[in-house]
């Protein structure tokens, strides 16, 4: 990509260290699959996972197999409609919200605690 007369280049170098995603699976629909079996034990920051990751490959493609950054291609998320959900009490006391329908979105919460 090309700014300012410039040319941008976004890439890493052999110092990185790297790890399999835990997040397995992703999707606009069904949210994420995340695999908290593949955490690694006693590794909450950089610092402390140091030596327990892999050291990144460099990759060198083909000149004319890598093209330009562009936004993404698909239509924007927009709002369609809102909905009112049915609140269900079970008997193990957990909280339900019922749309009546599958459906998917996000869920807009107002906290109304002071």
Not at 9 to 17: H, I, N, R
Not at 64 to 81: E, L, T
């Amino acid at each position: 990509m090309t700014v300012g007369g410039d040319r941008l280049v976004a890439s890493t170098e052999d110092s990185w260290e790297c790890a399999r995603s835990l997040v397995i699976k992703s999707g606009i629909y069904c949210g994420e699959d995340y695999d908290a079996r593949l955490e690694i034990p006693e590794c909450s920051t950089p610092s402390s996972c140091h030596g327990k990751w892999e050291a990144a490959v460099i990759f060198k493609p083909k000149d004319d197999a890598v093209g330009p950054i562009h936004d993404r291609f698909s239509p924007q998320i927009i709002k369609q409609r809102a909905l009112s959900p049915k609140i269900i009490q079970t008997p193990a006391g957990e909280t339900l919200l019922d749309f009546k329908q599958n459906i998917a979105g996000w869920l807009e919460v107002k906290n109304r605690a002071h």
